[in-house]
């Protein structure tokens, strides 16, 4: 059986990083651009190593919502301008943390209201502004990126949080 790797992932109840680092270590059996289950179940059973996610837990359980690239794309679309501007710098930066979870970034808030978003190819500094216009920034990026993959993956299942399609939304003016 071949599975996508989202479909994987959720399969064996990993983050989708896990299975791309399972990927990139040839612990798994790639058919194209899905991977062989089977294979990969006989290639771990032939191991006497037991497979990483035998001691994982799943950091994805708040993802309920189960919904194609694409359609979620066009979720976040359909919240935008309907989600209140944060108030606080704790809401702000709750927005941004949850905005970055759904893509598996790493976020860190510095001392200056600067924001570093970390996607574990690239690191992007947000720093010129207030936390308010940084945030909008890296929430920005983090939208071009949702934008970029829903157009190259458009049909790839998913697992979605409410919160991360809330945090992705453009806020009301």
């Given at each position: ?30 058919s ?11 290639q771990?059973?032939?191991s ?19 919904m194609?690239?694409?359609d ?9 301008g ?35 978003l ?7 500094y ?5 936390l ?19 157009a ?22």
């Open positions: 059986m071949l599975m996508s790797k989202a479909a994987y992932a959720k399969h064996r109840g990993v983050s989708r990083q896990t299975v791309y680092d399972w990927i990139a270590k040839n612990e798994v059996v790639m194209g651009t899905k991977i062989d289950v089977e294979a990969t179940e006989r771990r059973q032939g006497d190593n037991p497979g990483p996610e035998d001691t994982t837990t799943n950091p994805w359980a708040h993802r309920k919502l189960e194609t690239w694409g979620f794309w066009k979720a976040v679309q359909a919240k935008d309907k989600v209140p501007r944060p108030t606080t710098d704790e809401s702000i930066e709750q927005r941004v943390r949850h905005a970055a979870d759904e893509l598996n970034w790493s976020v860190e808030f510095l001392e200056d209201e600067g924001i570093y970390d996607d574990g190819d690239t690191v992007h947000f720093q010129q502004y207030n308010m216009q940084n945030a909008e920034l890296a929430i920005g990026l983090l939208r071009r990126e949702v934008c970029y993959v829903a190259q993956c458009t049909n790839d299942l998913d697992d979605w949080s409410s919160e991360g399609l809330r945090a992705l939304a453009e806020w009301d003016r």
